[in-house]
């Protein structure tokens, strides 16, 4: 049964399927529609490097090639120019997140998602972060600061 009153998607509404939420309307708040970035950086294979003594030794990632085609996939649909990136070490981590927060900041893109797949976890001194494939952890906050730091109308400040 159809309510005048339940938002819908389609021939569904938000009271005939437990998978559909309420449409609130748009405010003030959202961001412009249109074309994104994303970003996947898929870590798959890691060693300790032995030059780092804060190494950590971490498994290989079984199945993460599907999981990033799959977000591949979606944020292509979603309009989404799409940047991947493998194994990358702590040091190549930060340079390409820098790189593509400088991309981001273009005004032909109104959005940005990035996908980090990788091992995480307590990075010491009260941090957690990312694990880049040479077993050096990059902190979450630093990640955050990445794209926050310089004025843009595409990331949280």
């Given amino acids: 049964e159809h309510h005048a009153s339940s938002p819908t998607v389609g021939n569904y509404s938000s009271t005939s399927s437990p998978f559909l939420l309420p449409i609130e309307p748009a405010t003030e708040e959202c961001y412009a529609r249109g074309p994104g970035l994303c970003i996947i950086i898929n870590q798959e294979l890691f060693y300790a490097d032995s030059n780092i003594p804060q190494a950590t030794v971490v498994d290989e990632r079984q199945a993460t090639e599907k999981d990033k085609g799959k977000l591949k996939s ?75 730091a310089a004025p843009t109308s595409k990331t949280l400040n």
């Fill in 74 to 148: 979606i944020f292509s649909c979603f309009g989404a120019k799409v940047l991947t990136f493998e194994n990358l070490t702590r040091e190549e981590l930060e340079d390409k997140l820098k790189a593509a927060a400088v991309t981001a900041d273009d005004p032909k893109y109104c959005w940005i998602a990035l996908c980090i797949l990788s091992h995480g976890g307590d990075l010491g001194g009260g941090m957690h972060g990312v694990f880049g494939c040479n077993g050096v952890g990059l902190p979450t906050e630093k990640i955050v600061n990445i794209f926050t």
